[in-house]
């Protein structure tokens, strides 16, 4: 305990150096900005910015990354409040109520309660992440080759399961991108597999590349199939940006209880910051002496989805950081840039890593200080941004992918590879595959490959290692756990838009 | 069953063949996963098109295609890929910023931005790439062989 105590005090003593908080700043504004632009997600934003954080310090890249997925998440609800367009699927929630606010005239007070519950919940979120890591961490450490098969197994059960709308197509996109994860040099014969004679291929599929062609170049065609169309002005606000003490009073139930929802949410594979903020706004609503105000331009209602939504990001870390299964499409690509700088997911960021992890963290809690500060002072400015016509964001995202492609390995055969993942996301998004399945398919893939087949050495080929511990048997328990939860989250939806249409229609 | 749900079969099946065929200039230690996870791919998809006849049965063959294709601009989306490809292709030759001037010019000229954005973009984009690649990440951008 006195040793966490002192890694994490140290962690927030790097993060307060003037690099990091410098790069948090910028990374801040980008992610809110991002956030902001209905049609460009967090996902993208994060892919996007994955090749910028090369030349960093694995700490400093990992708080950027961090900084853009909080920063996003909150960015969201901005033009979700002002234009009723949310800007990612985690602030629909929001603008049900933020919108009624601006309508009303009090868009300013509408985006300062946003701002301070998605301040409150990430900064909440930190504390499960500052607890609960460390401990999932320890008992990774008991893991062995026949668990890691199994936990990477686990980990593209659940989120194919979850993320698709058909569960058999979520496991055919997770099983498409294990099949993309053996091109490359086989790992224990060291003969190279489809590679179509391309050197660049030997050493697999680079995953930013294929990261940044999936997240952010599928964006550039999916926003160049669509009319483009001019976004209505923002709401010019006059009202007082800030919330005073009563309503502090009245909304602190809300933010704690979606904190609750939130990092629960975050934590379980497959249900994202889109899931939590309905969650997080049916709850306030539940229990609100204000009901009637619900769907009319309730504070109460906004602060419920944002909090949830933000106390999302630190639950969703701590899977990834642990045992190396993402949550949602941004983690996944989180998980990317940690293997970027060279560092695997699992119990050694917590032993041999600790120092960079908990210099992460700190920069993490910092983050939500930045964009509560940035929210705030910035909110007019990144309204203006929001209306940023998509004639002018395809070409300038199409660019940013070749450079950042490139900038790789300055390899232009990576840009070609960056290419043909965008249209492939591209493809997924028209016939319903589960791009962030494809993904975890490409980073799981070789973990899972080499679990399996050292269990297999190990045991002269015989497979009931696979079989031979209590932790093998509770990772087979989850994967069917993971394979039946979606028919669990189907219902769990249904009932929650059952609860949310019945007080709106009256 | 729905016309996109049969895209999707045909579409992995030629994966699963177009892997399996690769699969069998492999050496035999080298073959036994890759065939394992095409062998899942195939299951599944199987499965998928199990279903599909099934549904197919019920309710005969969906068009669903004007539905996913709902909105699409053919002519905005394939000029827009096109102008992609032409990108790729001459960036060898006309080097990172010529041959992204070019394309900026013509991509947002076709989309209808205004002269102004227009500069303003391309101005804050070849700041921005200049300042974080080149400078801050020290990324040789290609000059192009033209100029080399």
Redesign the interface.
């Known amino acids: 305990m006195p040793d966490t105590l002192v890694l994490v005090s140290q962690g927030l003593f790097h993060a307060l150096s003037p690099i990091n908080l410098l790069a948090m700043l910028l990374a801040t504004v980008v992610g809110i900005v991002i956030g902001c632009l209905p049609g460009l997600s967090a996902a993208m934003g994060v892919a996007l910015l994955l ?2 954080t ?2 960093m310090d694995p700490a400093t890249g990992l708080i950027v990354l961090g900084a853009v997925y909080c920063g996003a998440i909150f960015g969201g609800s901005i033009s979700a409040i002002l234009i009723h367009t949310p800007g990612t699927p985690a602030s629909a929630a929001t603008a049900i109520d933020g919108y009624q606010l601006t309508l009303q005239g009090r868009a300013a007070k509408a985006i300062s309660v946003a701002c301070i519950a998605s301040f409150c919940g990430g900064l909440l979120s930190c504390l499960s992440l500052y607890c609960f890591s460390p401990l999932l961490a320890q008992l990774a450490m008991k893991f062995k080759s026949p668990e890691y098969f199994w936990l990477s197994l686990f980990g593209l059960t659940i989120i194919a399961g979850v993320s698709s709308k ?1 569960m ?2 979520g ?2 996109s997770g ?2 991108g ?2 993309l994860s ?1 091109i490359g040099m ?1 790992p ?2 060291g ?1 190279p ?2 590679t179509f004679d391309f050197s660049i291929l030997d050493s697999g599929i680079n995953t930013t590349c294929a990261l940044i062609g999936l997240f952010s170049m599928s964006q ?2 999916i926003l ?5 169309v001019k976004r209505s002005r923002p709401v010019d606000f006059k009202d007082k940006i800030g919330v005073n003490k009563s309503e502090v009073k009245r909304l602190t139930p809300h933010v704690l209880r979606s904190w609750i929802i939130g990092n629960i949410v975050g934590i379980l594979p497959g249900a994202g910051a889109s899931i939590a903020c309905f969650m997080g706004y049916n709850e306030a609503r539940r229990f609100s002496r204000h009901k009637e105000e619900f769907g009319k331009g309730s504070i109460e209602g906004v602060a419920g989805s944002e909090a949830a939504n933000n106390a999302v990001t630190g639950g969703s870390l701590i899977p990834t950081l642990t045992l190396g299964i993402p949550g949602e499409s941004v983690t996944a690509v989180l998980m990317g840039g940690l293997i970027i700088h060279g560092l695997q997911p699992g119990p050694e960021l917590f032993t041999t890593y600790a120092g960079m992890t908990y210099t992460f963290f700190g920069g993490f809690v910092l983050t939500q200080f930045c964009m509560l500060a940035v929210g705030l002072a910035g909110c007019r400015a990144f309204a203006q941004i929001g209306r940023l ?4 964001l ?3 995202i ?3 992918c ?2 950042g492609s ?2 790789i390995h ?1 390899n ?1 055969e990576e ?2 590879i960056m ?1 043909c993942f965008g249209l492939l996301g591209w ?1 997924a998004h ?4 589960n791009t962030a399945a494809i993904v975890l398919g490409l980073i799981l893939g070789p973990i899972g ?1 080499k679990g ?2 050292r269990s297999l050495i190990l045991n002269d080929g015989d497979p009931s290692i696979l079989f031979s511990t209590p932790l093998c048997w509770l990772l087979i328990g989850l994967c069917v756990f993971g394979l039946i939860s979606p028919f669990l989250m189907r219902r769990m939806e249904k009932r929650m838009e059952k609860q949310m249409e019945t007080p709106l229609a009256s | 069953m729905k016309r996109s749900d049969l895209g999707v079969v045909l579409f992995m099946y030629g994966v699963c063949l177009l892997f399996y065929f690769l699969v069998t200039t492999l050496p035999e230690e080298a073959k036994t996963y890759p065939l394992t996870i095409l062998a899942c791919l195939a299951i599944l998809n199987t499965c998928f098109l199990l279903r599909g006849l099934v549904a197919l049965k019920r309710q005969g063959l969906l068009n669903d295609l004007p539905e996913v294709f709902t909105g699409f601009k053919g002519g905005q989306f394939f000029f827009v890929l096109l102008a992609c490809l032409a990108y790729m292709a001459c960036l060898p030759y006309l080097g990172f910023y010529v041959t992204s001037l070019a394309y900026l010019v013509l991509c947002m000229a076709f989309l209808r931005v205004p002269k102004l954005p227009l500069f303003l973009t391309i101005a804050c984009l070849a700041a921005l790439i200049y300042a974080v690649f080149t400078l801050f990440l020290k990324v040789p951008l290609p000059v192009g062989r033209l100029f080399a």
């Open positions: 090749p910028v090369f030349g058909s058999l197509k496991l055919m099983v498409l294990l099949l053996t086989d224990m014969e003969v597999r489809f550039v065609l160049a199939e669509k009319q483009i016509s998509d004639a002018i395809i070409p300038s199409f660019l940013l070749v450079v490139y900038a300055n232009f840009v070609v290419f493809l028209k016939f319903g595959l490959e399996l087949r």
